[in-house]
């Protein structure tokens, strides 16, 4: 079975610097979809950013970006020049390529911008 | 992207009473799931809601508590049937659409108390 491991319950940092989120995974699939949610207070779960796993090249979205190593199965998300707005929940999943399309996702990761 | 009305936001009931919360999305989905968010926890996927058929429920959870329909491509409602106490969580109704490995989308969730 697959899980989602999050190891830092709460993180902060100053408004513009640069903060990374871990997250490592255990499956034995080869081919596979990760993703990173944020939920804000507001609750709804926003999509951040997504990484198919056949592909070498991180993702990365405007001010965020992953570090996708396969073999370590590690996937940190890095979010530079933070906002005040990027305060929120930060979830990690997984998805099995080929299957029942069900996500694991990991316990979070509080994150704090601070002015 | 898809609007993804769930309805209500928030309810606070009494134990032994049911609830039941719909979910209305503006597009055709491919697959539509409903998850469980106990207070500061991660999500646990209940069921994935099926079209037509019975919902597919994961260990743990069951028709008798949890009924669910899905009478087209766009609606379905979740029930909590006989509420406790522990039945306080947020209840996410979430959508794929388009390709199998689309990422999910996330209604605003609706927040229940059992008193």
């Known amino acids: 079975a697959q899980t989602v491991t999050q190891s830092q319950p709460e993180m902060s940092v100053q408004e513009a610097e640069t903060v990374t989120l871990s997250c490592t995974y255990d499956?034995?699939?080869?081919?596979?979809?990760l993703f990173w949610y944020k939920q804000p207070p507001s609750r709804q779960m926003i999509l951040v950013i997504r990484?198919?796993?056949?592909?070498?090249q991180n993702a990365t979205e405007n001010r965020f970006s992953v570090n996708f190593q396969k073999a370590a199965k590690s996937f940190s998300l890095k979010i530079s020049d933070s906002q005040l707005g990027d305060t929120a929940m930060y979830f990690c999943?997984?998805?099995?390529?080929?299957?029942?399309?069900?996500?694991?996702f990991g316990t979070g990761t509080r994150l704090k911008v601070l002015a | 992207s898809a609007v993804i009305s769930q309805k209500p936001s928030r309810d606070i009931c009494q134990r032994g009473t049911s609830l039941t919360i719909q979910c209305q999305v503006d597009?055709?989905?491919?697959?539509m799931f409903w998850y469980r968010q106990q207070p500061g926890q991660s999500l646990t996927l209940i069921a994935t809601?099926?079209?037509?058929?019975?919902?597919?429920?994961e260990s743990g959870f069951v028709i008798d508590k949890f009924p669910i329909s899905r009478p087209n491509l766009t609606f379905s409602t979740l029930t909590v049937s006989n509420m406790s106490p522990e039945d306080s969580s947020i209840y996410l109704c979430?959508?794929?659409?388009?390709?199998?490995?689309?990422?999910?989308?996330f209604g605003n969730g609706t927040r229940l108390t059992v008193t």
């Open positions: 990484q198919e796993a056949y592909k070498q």
């Open positions: 809601a099926n079209q037509g058929s019975e919902a597919t429920y």
């Open positions: 597009s055709q989905v491919t697959m």
């Open positions: 499956t034995s699939e080869n081919n596979y979809y």
């Open positions: 979430s959508v794929m659409i388009g390709s199998y490995n689309s990422p999910l989308h």
């Open positions: 999943a997984f998805m099995k390529a080929l299957g029942t399309y069900k996500y694991i």
